[in-house]
């Protein structure tokens, strides 16, 4: 059972109540019902929480369901997908396993059943002329001219479609409602249309396909869905799921219930755009780290805690808003700062030669890997004369505020020595190439016996220990913050040209050798970094997860003082 001291959200309530009163005797059972047709996004990582979150909470069940209807752009390799995305999230759908397609047969029986009952019809109109029939907001559609055929006409008709005699297009089942009913769904819908083309799952057994409208209530009653819940959209289509449910033999009566599905700034879900950024090459995969899907967002090194935790934070509404991106990446920072290992790591390299440190030595420095968390202990950092600094970490004429390292100035190295820039070594352009500094023997561990303190400390790696990596930096893949806003452009207008850095070579300090595909970790100063699949033996690939810098708490502070 929830939580009694956090207030309920309206789904949780009318969980709630009908479970005290017995409606539906005294069970919950939900369902995510995604269609294979691409990749999940983090909206439906909503929607997951959601179904499968009330199971948990309640004591009930949620199945997966694989709402395969439309097998021209469906795919196994979608459905293999989704399941591991799912499983990734942390939810388990046991036994409970569903395809709307192991229910075609059944579906074709309810339609016969309402043929039989006067409730269905074959229409010859073509899809065209559906439309143009079916009216407006402000008028009424006009009846088909096939809408009186008898019983016995329309039950020889769809037989034959079943049969594969007619092509795609030729008839199609309609629903026998109301073609002046205001809400549009009741004019007539149609419930079944040819159509000659494999399925992944039941191959060519059928040519006539149930519309969603109508396999999704019939799969909800056959698998006893008591709280069938779905996105603000499907709101206008609720009374003709009660339409179907009302009039066929079903062995049990699910409700459906609608919420406000996730909006995010600067971030398109919807998987025929999505579907579009992947074919079109304008990002690397569907598992592309700037992507929005479930699978870019663990390859880039989200937590699925941190999303269920996003999940929970943003709730469940009744209007439609749209979420700051920064919130998610909030929730991100928050788990991985107390999780994530710290290491050091140079993405930039300057070379620093420690002038008066023997050459040949090593000592090994002590490194806490977690101060948020001390159980995770400490480690050995190996130090000797030549090191790699970041570059932006030097400047020869310092700005006012730039505290780091500069000629003639002294800074700490974490966990080592203080050291002090005695020379820039250039080439024949100019450049820094090279810097030539000193330590202090007396400073190890990075404090001064005699009390004289330093305004910055940097961190470093060993250039003779360290590892080489790629590291890939990225930023926003679209450059609108709300780019439903912008309805006559292109979304694919928006797309940032420099989403994408890659950096190679980068140093990592040897401790991350042999570091899994997946561990997350936080480069000191520099944010938090995962290991990318393309990693292979001779050298680590990272992506930065997200920076240290944080701007969601200022975010919400500025929009608290717009509503008060
Ligand atoms: P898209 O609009 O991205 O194509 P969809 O709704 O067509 O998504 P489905 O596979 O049909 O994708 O969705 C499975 C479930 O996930 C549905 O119940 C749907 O309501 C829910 N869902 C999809 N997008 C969102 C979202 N942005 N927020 C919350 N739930 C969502
Ligand atoms: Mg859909």
Same mark, same amino acid.
């Given at each position: 059972?929830?939580?009694?001291?956090?207030?309920?959200?309206?789904?949780?309530?009318?969980?709630?109540?009908?479970?005290?009163?017995?409606?539906?005797?005294?069970?919950?059972?939900?369902?995510?019902?995604?269609?294979?047709?691409?990749?999940?996004?983090?909206?439906?990582?909503?929607?997951?929480?959601?179904?499968? !979150?009330?199971?948990?909470?309640?004591?009930?069940?949620?199945?997966?369901?694989?709402?395969?209807?439309?097998?021209?752009?469906?795919?196994?390799?979608?459905?293999?997908?989704? /399941?591991?995305?799912?499983?990734?999230?942390?939810?388990?759908?046991?036994?409970?396993?569903?395809?709307?397609?192991?229910?075609?047969?059944?579906?074709?029986?309810?339609?016969?059943?309402?043929? /039989?009952?006067?409730?269905?019809?074959?229409?010859?109109?073509?899809?065209?002329?559906?439309?143009?029939?079916?009216?407006?907001?402000?008028?009424?559609?006009?009846?088909?001219?096939?809408?009186?055929?008898?019983?016995?006409?329309?039950?020889?008709?769809?037989?034959?479609?079943?049969?594969?005699?007619?092509?795609?297009?030729?008839?199609?089942?309609?629903?026998?409602?109301?073609?002046?009913?205001?809400?549009?769904?009741?004019?007539?819908?149609?419930?079944?249309?040819?159509?000659?083309?494999?399925?992944?799952?039941?191959?060519?057994?059928?040519?006539?396909?149930?519309?969603?409208?109508?396999?999704?209530?019939?799969?909800?009653?056959?698998?006893?869905?008591?709280?069938?819940?779905?996105?603000?959209?499907?709101?206008?289509?609720?009374?003709?799921?009660?339409?179907?449910?009302?009039?066929?033999?079903?062995?049990?009566?699910?409700?459906?219930?609608?919420?406000?599905?996730?909006?995010?700034?600067?971030?398109?879900?919807?998987?025929?755009?999505?579907?579009?950024?992947?074919?079109?090459?304008?990002?690397?995969?569907?598992?592309?780290?700037?992507?929005?899907?479930?699978?870019?967002?663990?390859?880039?090194?989200?937590?699925? =805690?941190?999303?269920?935790?996003?999940?929970?934070?943003?709730?469940?509404? /009744?209007?439609?808003?749209?979420?700051?991106?920064?919130?998610?990446?909030?929730?991100?920072?928050?788990?991985?700062?107390?999780?994530?290992?710290?290491?050091?790591?140079?993405?930039?390299?300057?070379?620093?030669?420690?002038?008066?440190?023997? =050459?040949?030595?090593?000592?090994?420095?002590?490194?806490?890997?977690?101060?948020?968390?001390?159980?995770?202990?400490?480690?050995?950092?190996?130090?000797?004369?030549?090191?790699?600094?970041?570059?932006?970490?030097?400047?020869?004429?310092?700005?006012? /505020?730039?505290?780091?390292?500069?000629?003639?100035?002294?800074?700490?190295?974490?966990?080592?020595?203080?050291?002090?820039?005695? =020379?820039?070594?250039?080439?024949?352009?100019?450049?820094?190439?090279?810097?030539?500094?000193?330590?202090?023997?007396?400073?190890?561990?990075?404090?001064?016996?005699?009390?004289?303190?330093?305004?910055?400390?940097?961190?470093?790696?060993?250039?003779?220990?360290?590892?080489?990596?790629?590291?890939?930096?990225? =930023?926003?893949?679209?450059?609108?913050?709300?780019?439903?806003?912008?309805?006559?452009?292109?979304?694919?207008?928006?797309?940032?040209?420099?989403?994408?850095?890659?950096?190679?070579?980068?140093?990592?300090?040897?401790?991350?050798?042999?570091?899994?595909? !997946?561990?997350?970790?936080?480069?000191?100063?520099?944010?938090?970094?995962?290991?990318?699949?393309?990693?292979?033996?001779?050298?680590?690939?990272?992506?930065?997860?997200?920076?240290?810098?944080?701007?969601?708490?200022?975010?919400?502070?500025?929009?608290?003082?717009?509503?008060?």
């Amino acid at each position: 059972m929830p939580d009694p001291d956090t207030p309920l959200d309206f789904i949780r309530q009318i969980v709630a109540d009908d479970l005290r009163s017995g409606k539906t005797g005294g069970r919950l059972h939900t369902r995510f019902p995604p269609e294979p047709n691409g990749y999940l996004h983090i909206g439906h990582a909503k929607a997951i929480c959601l179904n499968f !979150g009330l199971a948990q909470e309640f004591g009930g069940l949620c199945n997966l369901r694989f709402d395969d209807t439309n097998p021209t752009k469906e795919e196994m390799r979608y459905v293999e997908s989704i /399941k591991q995305d799912v499983r990734w999230l942390g939810f388990d759908w046991g036994e409970r396993l569903y395809y709307a397609s192991d229910y075609f047969e059944e579906m074709y029986q309810y339609a016969l059943h309402l043929i /039989k009952a006067g409730k269905a019809y074959v229409c010859s109109l073509t899809p065209e002329e559906i439309r143009q029939y079916r009216g407006t907001l402000t008028t009424p559609g006009k009846n088909s001219p096939y809408r009186e055929r008898t019983v016995a006409e329309n039950l020889d008709l769809f037989t034959r479609m079943r049969a594969g005699e007619f092509p795609d297009g030729a008839h199609v089942l309609r629903a026998k409602i109301d073609m002046a009913a205001a809400n549009l769904n009741l004019r007539d819908p149609v419930l079944y249309r040819i159509l000659h083309a494999d399925h992944h799952r039941t191959g060519s057994r059928w040519c006539i396909y149930p519309m969603y409208d109508y396999a999704h209530p019939i799969s909800d009653a056959l698998e006893g869905i008591t709280h069938s819940l779905c996105t603000l959209e499907f709101e206008d289509h609720r009374p003709l799921y009660d339409w179907l449910l009302d009039n066929l033999p079903v062995p049990y009566r699910p409700r459906q219930y609608e919420f406000a599905r996730l909006n995010m700034t600067s971030t398109v879900l919807s998987k025929r755009k999505l579907i579009q950024l992947v074919q079109e090459g304008h990002v690397r995969g569907w598992d592309d780290p700037r992507m929005p899907t479930i699978s870019g967002m663990r390859r880039r090194g989200y937590p699925p =805690e941190a999303i269920r935790n996003f999940c929970d934070r943003i709730g469940v509404g /009744k209007k439609d808003n749209i979420v700051e991106l920064e919130l998610l990446e909030h929730c991100v920072r928050e788990f991985l700062n107390r999780a994530a290992p710290r290491v050091m790591a140079v993405l930039r390299p300057l070379k620093v030669v420690l002038t008066n440190y023997p =050459e040949g030595q090593v000592e090994y420095l002590e490194a806490i890997n977690n101060p948020e968390d001390p159980t995770m202990g400490t480690r050995l950092v190996p130090f000797s004369r030549v090191l790699y600094l970041e570059r932006e970490d030097f400047m020869e004429e310092p700005p006012k /505020k730039f505290y780091r390292l500069a000629p003639d100035r002294e800074v700490r190295l974490r966990y080592a020595y203080f050291i002090k820039c005695v =020379e820039v070594v250039k080439d024949r352009e100019g450049n820094v190439v090279e810097l030539h500094c000193t330590y202090d023997p007396e400073t190890k561990g990075g404090y001064a016996p005699d009390g004289r303190q330093v305004k910055a400390t940097l961190h470093w790696v060993s250039a003779a220990h360290a590892l080489p990596a790629e590291v890939r930096l990225y =930023e926003r893949l679209l450059t609108k913050v709300n780019p439903a806003e912008e309805k006559n452009a292109d979304f694919k207008s928006f797309i940032n040209p420099h989403s994408l850095m890659v950096l190679n070579p980068c140093w990592v300090e040897p401790s991350l050798a042999g570091a899994a595909v !997946g561990s997350r970790w936080q480069f000191e100063r520099l944010g938090y970094f995962c290991v990318d699949p393309d990693s292979t033996d001779g050298a680590l690939v990272f992506n930065r997860t997200v920076t240290l810098k944080d701007p969601w708490a200022r975010i919400k502070r500025s929009q608290l003082n717009t509503k008060s």
